[in-house]
């Protein structure tokens, strides 16, 4: 064979071997992508399997169970009397509370420092869904739980887990409550882990330090509603679990109790709890009762103000409020704990017709108020905005701080508006589950002041651009029937620049007007139509101008990386700039916030806040006792309907004001005896009243200072031979107190904290004084004969006494008043000073 045909061989062969090659890498990636596609289509069928199934198996919506409310609307019964149960586990321990309902995560609480107490769920008994989520911070006061449990309606499945601790201030009143609204007068039971009994629980009443315990039960209210409409039947507890702090220490007395230091082990607990599928007309739980149809009749022939018509009315351009009926049906179908607004008997009216006031300059004036995820506070703040007189509902705004639904449903209900907030940082201020309070405090401080920072922006910006003032509340504040006229009252010294001292920035010598003062407690505030002028900015519900906020609080507002509080940071020196506050006596908020607070728990609200005076003319505001916080109960009336016409408004302005005090301490004032500390030992009362448990108090905070309700050291100078105090007099006391802002910590130290405790009004910092002087009126529980009525700034039917001038030297622009031979008092730190009889004094 020649060359040539060789190589045409070879060339011959070495094709054919790549057809050949190409051929098997074609047959390799068809078999590929057979594979590929079969795969596919194995994973499509999985998926829809997967799916189908997951259709047909009823879960908890834990989507929503972040805003701290589920909802879910799937069915939960099957066809005919065929019982249908879900599945329910409760994880309590130290660190951790875990609720899960058919296999989803309702809590999931694994935060260490903070939702100690007693965690409680509210199922749908029907259809399995979350209605209620709380935490109650037992440790502290039982009473909000005590209360819920009064408001959630029969039948509901109530689960209560334990983390970390809640017996210390569990009482036995709250124990009983628990018991009876969980059927403590049924049958007993044995002390299984997870089986049912008819007798409420069994190992409540034995819960003590850092025990842990997990409950189920069918929740029971002894009311004759309930038992019309079949769910009075009793409670029933499905399931229960308990475990004992194991530790144990021997105490002196030969006693053993359980040991600070442990907890008891981990309870889980897992119940099948069957639903009621049998679902009766016109029961309250069917979310549907006749009486609503009247309820809302009433309340849309009552509405005198032309907001409302037939099926849903504008009552603003940019708010659609649905009829009283369809928002309480929408309500009550979703969420409980809310007592009457669901009841069949007597519901709650939702709609408030209070009177206009005379002359109004706030109609235009939207109302701000701040929320977070504190529903059942926001409901009773709303209540009570809404039954002042004057107040315009398409003016008020609830800004919430996150994406939570109950308190945008609250609003609604109530047929407010309500603007939602993307949270700036951090998890929740005041939310459990899926929103926590986040561990760090600075962090929460940070979120409410970027959140009041939005809340300004937003009202001054999209929602309300023509206003040149706003009102700002928070949502754990009651409001006084008159709240809305000392605005309108006092609107026009904020709009007037008097001689402005603050560099011209636009809001003249005046930052605010608060209708809270810090200093005005039962005891040291009674005149309803006085006001004063302080140096300090209160918060606690107040007013500002819009130039105020556009011109330079919007662009000094602290940057989200800085741990301010927002009050603290409009109080420094840089930022309020010198000017003041016009406040009245005796305030015209109150504040009722004791739990899910950043800055405030029952131990701080009893102390600082219970005690403060609060006008209401009717001595009850919403299930307010009349002693809790009454304050003054007279005045210069308007139309006999709550209003007061407030005394001097024309001598609030600076330089008016500041003469006029000068001229009362020179020709009104009286010189106290000056040679001794004017406080002496005072008596604790342990008699055992509600609000005066001092031997609590003082094992919980063992404060040296702390003065018992309705317990303070009245100077002898200013009493009546029969113990009661002069009218009519205003009494000078003049202490050491060098100027604060000096950046002398310990300048109140020396006189002012120390007196300020004796007299039992606030004593944490320097705050409410005019140029470095207080003033009180120093009152007993005497009523007036009337004699004092023409008298300056005395009305009529108040509570007998005379005005305090405390006098700061050489901080206040008034000590120039102190005679020369008169020494300022100071406090000895040891607490030891001499006494009328030669005995020794002690604060």
């Given at each position: ?23 098997c ?13 079969c ?16 259709a ?15 909802y879910?609307?799937?069915?939960k ?40 107490g ?11 869904m979350?209605?209620a ?50 059927g ?14 008819a007798?409420?629980?069994l ?39 308990y475990?004992?702090n194991?530790?144990?220490?021997l ?66 351009d940019?708010?659609?409020v649905?009829?009283?009926l369809?928002?309480?049906q ?21 709609d408030f ?6 002359d ?10 701040v929320?977070g995820?504190r ?5 009773r ?17 609830v ?31 005041n939310g ?14 940070r ?30 504040l ?5 709240f ?5 009252q ?9 001689d402005?001292?603050?560099g ?19 005891h ?5 139509d006085?006001?004063y ?5 209160p ?19 602290p ?14 020196t ?5 000017r ?22 029952p ?7 219970g005690?403060?005076?609060?006008y ?23 139309d ?23 001229r ?11 040679t001794?500390?004017p406080?002496?030992?005072k ?36 009493m ?73 700034g005395i ?5 007998s ?13 008034f ?7 008169v ?9 030891i ?9 002690m604060?």
């Amino acid at each position: 064979m020649s060359d040539f045909s060789v190589r045409i061989y070879t060339k011959t062969m070495a094709a054919a071997a790549m057809r050949r090659n190409c051929c098997c890498w074609k047959r390799i990636r068809f078999c590929l992508q057979m594979l590929l596609v079969c795969f596919v289509i194995l994973f499509v069928l999985v998926n829809v399997i997967l799916t189908l199934f997951s259709a047909n198996h009823q879960t908890v919506n834990s989507a929503t169970s972040a805003a701290g409310i589920g909802y879910n609307s799937s069915s939960k019964w099957v066809q005919g009397d065929t019982a249908k149960y879900i599945s329910i586990e409760v994880l309590s321990s130290k660190n951790r509370v875990k609720i899960c309902v058919d296999d989803a995560t309702v809590i999931d609480d694994s935060d260490p420092l903070n939702n100690r107490g007693m965690h409680v769920v509210v199922l749908n008994q029907h259809t399995g869904m979350v209605m209620a989520q709380r935490v109650f911070d037992t440790y502290m006061d039982d009473e909000p739980l005590i209360g819920f449990l009064h408001r959630v309606s029969s039948g509901r499945i109530m689960i209560f887990a334990v983390k970390d601790e809640a017996s210390f201030h569990l009482t036995n009143e709250g124990r009983r409550a628990m018991q009876m609204h969980t059927g403590a007068s049924g049958a007993s039971s044995s002390k299984s882990g997870s089986g049912s009994a008819a007798g409420g629980s069994l190992w409540l009443s034995e819960l003590g330090w850092r025990d842990m315990w997990a409950m189920v039960a069918k929740h029971h209210n002894n009311d004759p509603e309930g038992q019309r409409n079949g769910e009075g039947t009793g409670g029933h507890v499905y399931g229960e679990s308990y475990n004992s702090n194991p530790s144990l220490v021997l105490q002196h007395n030969s006693k053993s109790v359980p040991a600070i230091s442990s907890w008891g082990t981990d309870v889980l607990l897992r119940v099948q709890v069957p639903l009621d599928v049998n679902r009766s007309h016109n029961n309250q739980n069917d979310e549907w009762c006749d009486s609503w149809i009247t309820a809302g009749a009433s309340d849309d022939n009552n509405d005198d103000d032309g907001d409302f018509g037939d099926s849903g009315s504008i009552i603003d351009d940019d708010i659609v409020v649905e009829s009283p009926l369809a928002r309480r049906q929408r309500f009550c179908s979703r969420i409980e704990g809310y007592g009457d607004v669901c009841s069949c008997a007597h519901p709650a009216p939702l709609d408030f017709h209070p009177l206009p006031i005379p002359d109004s300059n706030i109609d235009r004036v939207p109302v701000v108020i701040v929320a977070g995820n504190r529903a059942d506070y926001l409901y009773r703040t709303l209540k009570s905005v809404l039954n002042a007189r004057g107040v315009q509902r398409h003016m008020v705004t609830v800004h919430v701080d996150g994406y939570y639904d109950e308190p945008v449903e609250v609003a609604r209900l109530l047929g407010v508006r309500a603007v939602q907030h993307m949270p700036a940082i951090g998890d929740s201020v005041n939310g459990v589950s899926g929103g926590q309070i986040s561990s760090n405090t600075n962090s929460r401080r940070r979120r409410v002041t970027q959140h009041y920072k939005s809340a300004l922006t937003n009202t001054f910006g999209s929602l309300f651009p023509q206003a040149d003032y706003a009102i700002v509340l928070e949502d754990d504040l009651d409001v006084s029937v008159d709240f809305f006229s000392f605005f309108s009252q006092t609107l026009p010294l904020l709009a007037v620049a008097d001689d402005s001292t603050d560099g011209g920035s636009g809001s003249g010598s005046l930052y605010c007007v608060s209708a809270w003062n810090d200093q005005g407690y039962e005891h040291t505030a009674s005149r309803p139509d006085v006001l004063y002028r302080i140096d300090w900015m209160p918060g606690l519900g107040w007013m500002l101008k819009k130039s105020l906020y556009k011109d330079q609080l919007e662009s000094e507002w602290p940057t989200v990386e800085k741990p301010w509080d927002w009050d603290m940071w409009m109080r420094s020196t840089k930022v309020q700039r010198g000017r003041q506050c016009i406040v009245p006596e005796v305030s015209r908020t109150y504040h009722f916030g004791s739990s899910r607070s950043v800055n405030v728990n029952p131990y701080f609200q009893r102390t600082y806040f219970g005690r403060h005076a609060f006008y209401n003319p009717t001595a009850a505001t919403n299930g307010a006792s009349a002693g809790s916080h009454s304050g003054g109960a007279g005045g210069e009336y308007d139309d006999g309907g709550g209003l007061i016409r407030f005394k001097n408004i024309d001598k609030m302005t600076r330089i008016t004001y500041l003469g006029w005090m000068e001229r009362r301490i020179m020709t009104e004032g009286q010189l106290l005896d000056h040679t001794r500390w004017p406080c002496r030992k005072k008596q604790w009362n342990n008699e055992g009243s509600k609000h005066n448990d001092n031997r609590r108090v003082q094992n919980a905070k063992k404060r040296n200072y702390y003065q018992s309700d309705e317990e303070f050291f009245v100077i002898d100078e200013m009493m009546n031979n029969d113990n009661t105090i002069r009218s009519k007099k205003l009494f000078l006391l003049f202490i050491k107190m060098e100027d604060p802002s000096g950046g002398n910590r310990n300048t109140a130290n020396v006189a002012w904290t120390p007196l300020a405790k004796c007299l039992g009004i606030w004593d944490l910092d320097i705050r409410g004084h005019y140029k470095g002087m207080w003033r009180l009126y120093l009152n007993t529980d005497n009523q007036d004969d009337g004699t004092n009525a023409d008298e300056e700034g005395i009305p009529t039917h108040i509570k007998s006494g005379s005005e305090l001038f405390i006098i700061s030297c050489p901080f206040s622009h008034f000590c120039k008043f102190k005679p020369m031979n008169v020494t300022a008092l100071w406090y000895n730190s040891i607490g030891i000073g001499e006494d009328d009889d030669g005995g020794d004094d002690m604060l």
